[in-house]
Nanobody, 127 residues
């Protein structure tokens, strides 16, 4: 199992930017696909972005396409979510997740496909 820890959350004004980090330990992160999910109060956890373990394939929720960028630095065992043009509706707790896949180009986009989760980091966007 790999252990992941998120950081980088905070409070930002609408239109601003934040970069979330996901630090991995315990196993070789390069063999894990990574995803970011978020959960707002009273809502279910939802998919935000995901990247294959090789970094060669990505996918995004429609609500964040063109604003968020997911990346993965296997040499540093760290993943990132760059969030630009933030909106109040982006306010949520953001979770990093990791899972192994057999193929280097597979992107996982559902909660049930991941078995390693961080504790979450709060992002609040004020209007």
């Amino acid at each position: 199992q790999v252990h992941v820890v998120e950081s980088g959350g905070g409070v930002v004004q609408a239109g601003g930017s934040l970069r979330l980090s996901c630090a991995a330990s315990g196993r070789t992160f390069s063999s894990y696909s990574m995803g970011w999910f978020r959960q707002a109060p009273g809502k279910e956890r939802e998919f935000v972005a995901a990247i294959s373990w090789s970094g060669g394939a990505t996918d995004y929720a429609d609500s964040v396409k063109g604003r968020f960028t997911i990346s993965k630095d296997n040499a540093k065992d760290t993943g990132y979510l760059q969030m630009n043009s933030l909106k109040p509706e982006d306010t949520a707790v953001y979770y990093c997740a990791a899972a192994t896949t057999l193929r280097s180009f597979v992107v996982l986009t559902t909660v049930r496909e991941y078995d390693n989760w961080g504790q979450g980091t709060q992002v609040a966007v004020s209007s």
